[in-house]
């Protein structure tokens, strides 16, 4: 059992990293374009985070920053980033938890899962209402996935950090 000050302590250093994070794609990332794209890092965020911490805290931080992405950024509809970060998280979490060590190659591994699912979603959404240009939006996703990759090296040292330091031993 981990004593309330340090779960405080512990999830406040999470958010503001994470805040960091927000204002480094707000500042900078949403002025960069590679290809005539934008590097989109949200996704990379709670399955990094939901690696490290598990099933049960994993997700409760990535709902909530998914409803904070859902108020500030434009998704295909509302709670979008909720739902996709949600089950980012959980998927990450039983990766990190049941089948590969959390570290490096994990989290590229939920990080490419993560781009990838974020986008898929985008695809089945305008799919399924319809759109006429599935396939562009597919290549658009795939795309940003890879342009957005490289912010993993910037995000997992942060994390791991985070993961390491605020570990208490009893």
């Known amino acids: 059992m981990q004593p309330k000050s ?95 060590t959390p570290g490096t190659f994990c989290a590229l591994l939920v990080s490419v899962g993560a781009l990838l699912g974020t986008g898929g979603l985008r695809v089945l959404v305008h799919l399924l209402s319809g759109g006429q240009y599935v396939r562009l939006t597919a290549r658009l996703a795939l795309g940003e996935a890879i342009i957005s990759l490289p912010a993993l090296l910037l995000i997992l040292p942060v994390y791991r950090t985070i993961h390491r330091r605020c570990a208490v031993d009893y």
């Not at 340090?6 to 960069?32: E, I, M, R, S």
């Not at 994993?58 to 108020?71: E, H, N, R, S, T």
């Open 6 to 100: 340090y779960t405080v302590f512990k999830w406040a250093v999470y958010a503001l990293a994470t805040l960091l994070f927000f204002a480094l794609q707000g500042l900078v990332l949403d002025h960069v374009r590679v290809w005539g794209l934008t590097p989109f890092l949200y996704p990379i965020l709670p399955a990094v985070e939901a690696m490290y911490e598990g099933p049960r805290r994993g997700p409760v931080f990535a709902l909530v920053m998914g409803l904070f992405c859902d108020i500030l950024i434009w998704g295909p509809f509302e709670g979008f980033y909720a739902l996709s970060f949600t089950i980012i998280a959980l998927i990450s979490a039983v990766i990190g938890e049941n089948m590969l």
